[in-house]
């Protein structure tokens, strides 16, 4: 029935509905509605929850208040800043989850709840079999393995690292290293884009206390290191530096002769006109083109650029989509390893500054040219407004 509403309710909340495992399947979509409140939602098979967790994004199944979702989940953690400033609250947030999970051997998740431009709400989670003890520990732990990265001073230090004490992989000492250098990488390229507001008069030691509260296990500590975080980035992370930074490299790779090499992603990233062709080129010009069809093996979809455009404009809010491709490149940026994968890092964030433009037809120009790759990282990592987009920018809708 079309009306019909099917709830899964537990009205005492110490005892939450579904205790043991659960399955459930459906022919086809529901036609009505499922509710669920106050239930174990975890306990749900991984198939059914992932179906279920897919119908409530279309709107027919209803996850309510007093479900847990996952084995374990944080409180959810709701944090203010300035205006614009909430897509580095979430960079960080990946930052410290990628690095939770190559320091554990355990997955760690990030759900964000809510957002806007001055405010973020969101939870850690996990669906390992742990204990809600070792849970807590290892979250506390890493976080404080993490800021101590930053008092790294020699390279005997960083070959001395090894793996947080009683985890369960044993990645050895080599992956050890290129975790830490992942997150503190990962970390400095927060703390220049932080320096960057700093100098601009946009980014205030609040949002320093903010930005530390996004991993929120060892309180006292976060309280007590917001002051000094800010003031070394006043100190060491603002544009003179940053330019004088990339001004000092440039110059070494000069020398060593390498810049030869770097200069075909350099300029393309940087979106100076120049044209890389790896197999064979077409041309095709026109501002609509309809049903259009070049090389090999190529076919025509029945859709024209403009009408793109006009979707794009008519159902996607820019100002979010630029926040979710922000935090896309640079989840991207953390696994990038070829030289197309950095351009298509470049082409999202050209999308994300069209997108704070309003300018509808670059951002589907730079989506198109992102590729599949970025749709595969934007599906990985949940920003479903991004996902949505590329697949309507590359045709696929």
């Given amino acids: 029935m079309a009306n019909a509403v099917l709830s899964f309710i537990s009205t005492d909340p110490h005892n939450r509905m579904f205790n043991h495992d659960v399955r459930m399947s459906f022919k086809e979509d529901p ?17 059914s929850k992932e179906r279920l967790i897919q119908l409530a994004k279309l709107g027919s199944v209803e996850i309510g208040s007093g479900c847990i979702k996952y084995r374990f989940q944080t409180a959810v953690q709701t944090i203010s800043v300035s205006q614009g400033n909430a897509p580095l609250i979430l960079e960080l947030c990946q930052t410290f989850t990628n690095y939770f999970t190559a320091s554990n051997g355990l997955n760690l998740g990030l759900e964000i709840v809510d957002r806007n431009k001055t405010k973020v709400s ?10 809600e ?6 979250l506390a732990q890493t976080e404080r393995s993490l800021w101590d990265l930053l008092s790294i001073g020699s390279e005997e230090q960083l070959l001395a690292l090894e793996c947080p004490a009683g985890t369960a992989l044993s990645t050895g000492k080599a992956s050890a290293v290129i975790n830490a250098v992942d997150a503190v990488s990962a970390l400095l390229g927060t703390f220049f884009r932080v320096g960057t507001r700093i100098a ?13 509260s996004a991993i929120p296990f060892n309180h006292e500590e976060a309280r007590n290191r917001a002051p000094r975080l800010h003031h070394l980035l006043v100190d ?3 544009r003179r530096t940053l330019f004088g930074l990339s001004g000092e490299l440039n110059n070494r790779l000069f020398l060593e002769g390498k810049v030869a090499a770097l200069d075909q992603t350099v300029q393309r990233l940087a979106g100076k006109g120049v044209t890389y062709i790896m197999g064979d080129k077409y041309d095709v010009s026109g501002e609509q083109v309809v049903g259009f069809a070049v090389g ?17 404009e ?18 991207m940026s953390q696994v990038a390893t070829e030289t197309e994968q950095h351009i298509a890092i470049g082409e999202v964030a050209k999308a994300e500054q069209a997108a704070k433009a309003k300018d509808s037809t670059k951002v589907v120009q730079s989506l198109k040219a992102a590729g599949g790759w970025a749709l595969d990282v934007a599906t990985k990592i949940g920003v479903s407004l991004a996902s949505e987009a590329l697949k309507n920018s590359m045709g696929l809708k």
């Fill in 236 to 238: 060491r992370y603002t």
């Fill in 200 to 212: 601009l008069g946009t980014w205030t030691e609040a949002d320093t206390a903010a930005l530390l």
């Fill in 122 to 131: 969101f939870f850690y989670f996990t669906d390992e079999d742990i204990s």
């Fill in 296 to 312: 090999p093996n190529a076919h025509a979809h029945d859709v024209t650029f403009n009408q793109i455009v006009n979707r794009i």
């Fill in 31 to 47: 036609s009505g509605a499922v509710r669920f409140e106050n239930v174990n939602f975890y306990l749900l098979a991984s198939s």
């Fill in 314 to 331: 008519q159902t996607v809010d820019l100002s979010q989509l630029a926040d979710e491709l922000a935090l896309l490149a640079q989840a």
């Fill in 133 to 138: 003890e070792t849970f807590r520990d290892r």
